[in-house]
């Protein structure tokens, strides 16, 4: 049995707590949030963001940071992505030297460019960060439905230590060094995801949503690539994978909130409906910086961007895409 600080206590931590008090270990979910904690506590559910998925009676709530941090064998960061840095200064002084952190949010800070593990490592330099993610959503891992997911980290053994206090008959782990590749796929999809969402809310149809993903996954995979990801993380589960269950899914809030700028609404709009933080809102504008960086042709994401942010119409971003100029799928092979 491992004792572990689950630090946010959002869907995918909640659900990831659910889960690792089901393998046996010891959890201690935390929140700032101090009227959050006090529902958990007194319903053992999170009514809003996991209605139905009910939590073990020994699992702990707490708004103490410290309490939650110490003595852990592992500590999993589950805070959305925009506010990982501040939560992980606001670790640092509890955080002893060498703990395992392992990160579970998606994201790429748009300031820096700098993936969330390494905006840990930066925070907490004593400690060792490892990263899980892969087509996993909360409202299905909370109710015991099979997934994959991989955890990658610096070191095999940390990697496999994760995977064992992961891995469970309903949840399978793959371990993978490629960091870097894993975290550009799970964020960038969301940006991939919110193009996904507009064309179902513009009415198109199976053809349309195949194409953005394809042609999104292309995308991702040459950013990916050049910045010195493995080409085959684009085609597992953090790549591939992971995208096509965000643009798909019916859980996904980054389709949700697409599907609703589709029909009209903004993005602030969206995001209000939608209730919970979309990632691919905020993680945009760092996947076009990383483009113009790394020289790298990414037009969905050029699209996303111009809709976002500067008032363009989905069916128009839609016309300029298919419009662009004529060219090979996979490069110029003709002899």
């Known amino acids: 049995m491992a004792k572990i600080g689950v630090i ?45 998925v009910k939590l073990q009676d020994d699992m702990q709530f707490t708004t103490d940071l410290e309490g939650a941090c110490k003595d852990k ?11 990982t840095r501040s939560t992980a200064a606001s670790m640092k ?7 395992l952190i392992t990160s579970v949010a998606k994201g790429i800070e748009e300031k820096t460019l700098m993936r969330l593990s390494e905006i840990i490592e930066q925070e907490i330099p004593q400690s060792v960060v490892t990263v899980l993610c892969g087509p996993s959503h909360a409202e299905e891992v909370g109710r015991g439905l099979p997934t994959i997911c991989a955890v990658g980290a610096k070191k095999k053994a940390d990697a496999e230590f994760v995977q ?18 894993m975290e550009l796929g799970a964020a960038l999809k969301n940006v991939v995801a919110l193009a996904a969402g507009m ?3 513009m009415g198109f149809g199976d053809n349309t949503k195949a194409a953005l993903i394809t042609r999104g996954m292309a995308e991702i995979s040459r950013l990916g690539i050049a910045m010195g990801g493995h ?18 899914s019916r859980h996904s809030r980054n389709r949700m909130a697409g599907f609703l700028m589709g029909q009209g609404k903004s993005a602030d709009e969206a995001m209000t409906e939608v209730k919970m933080v979309v990632e691919g809102v905020y993680c945009a504008k760092a996947a076009e910086k990383l483009a113009e960086k790394y020289n790298v042709e990414m037009p969905i994401v050029k699209e996303v961007n111009e809709i976002l942010f500067n008032n363009k119409s989905p069916r128009e971003s839609l016309t300029d895409l298919m419009m662009r100029d004529r060219k090979s799928e996979i490069g110029d092979l003709w002899t």
């Open 8 to 52: 946010g206590a959002g869907s995918w931590g909640i659900a990831l707590a659910w889960l690792l008090m089901n393998n046996g270990h010891e959890v201690t979910v935390w929140s700032v949030i101090e009227s959050e904690i006090e529902m958990l506590k007194a319903n053992h559910e999170h009514k809003d963001k996991l209605p139905g």
């Open 73 to 83: 064998d592992l500590l999993v960061l589950a805070v959305p992505s925009i506010y």
């Open 93 to 99: 002084n509890f955080v002893k030297e060498g703990q």
């Open 164 to 181: 064992n206090i992961f891995s469970s008959k309903v949840f399978r782990v793959y371990t993978t060094p490629d960091m870097l590749g």
């Open 199 to 201: 064309a179902d809310g």
């Open 231 to 248: 080409a085959a993380t684009f085609s597992g589960l953090t790549g591939i994978g992971d995208l096509i269950v965000t643009c798909a």
